[in-house]
């Protein structure tokens, strides 16, 4: 029988779940409005299941215009209208200015280091305090558990997956080899 995660463990009927888990969760991700768009939905989950996200992926990505940092940077009230009448998506204020305000701080970093993964580069490995005292610099909405969320899901942090998952060595696989996880 094969060995999987809390995570998968923790939801044994939930496709949803186990998709997320499979191919996504923890696997590194190198085109920044990916990072951006894993990066908004955790802001999101925020005082919610991880599940609600997921079902509602889709119609994030609608109506973030693909999490294309530019085109979110360039939102006006317009937008953040259409963005809280929107029922197919978290309807909250301060959510959606994170995710407008954080596409712009995100348009800043490519300025100065070239992209979003290269700044996340730049400053990897690092322990999850000093993540979070970095996102708190540069960004909005971002405690420590939404940093955490991030990284972790997004290969900068470990914890993603126990050794004996069988996802576990895939996303090993999948990481560049100079890259290592910080505890």
Not at 49 to 64: G, H, N
């Amino acid at each position: 029988m094969t060995t999987y995660c809390d995570y998968c463990n923790s939801h044994p009927e939930d496709t949803y779940n186990r998709v997320y888990h499979d191919t996504q969760y923890g696997f590194p991700l190198r085109d920044d409005n990916l990072l951006f768009e894993r990066f908004i939905l955790e802001i999101n989950q925020a005082g919610l299941s991880w599940i609600t996200i997921l079902k509602k992926a889709d119609k994030f990505r609608s109506a973030y215009s693909q999490f294309d940092i530019d085109k979110v940077a360039s939102y006006d009230e317009t937008d953040r209208v259409r963005l809280l009448s929107d029922p197919g998506i978290i309807r909250n204020r301060l959510k959606v200015n994170a995710a407008i305000e954080n596409a712009r701080r995100i348009q800043n970093l490519r300025n100065e280091y070239g992209s979003f993964k290269a700044w996340l580069d730049r400053h990897h490995p690092q322990t999850l305090e000093k993540w979070a005292v970095l996102f708190k610099r540069n960004f909005i909405f971002t405690g420590r558990e939404i940093v955490k969320e991030f990284l972790m899901s997004t290969g900068y942090l470990p914890g993603a997956h126990t050794p004996d998952c069988p996802i576990y060595g895939v996303v090993i696989a999948k990481r560049p080899p100079w890259h290592s996880l910080c505890s």
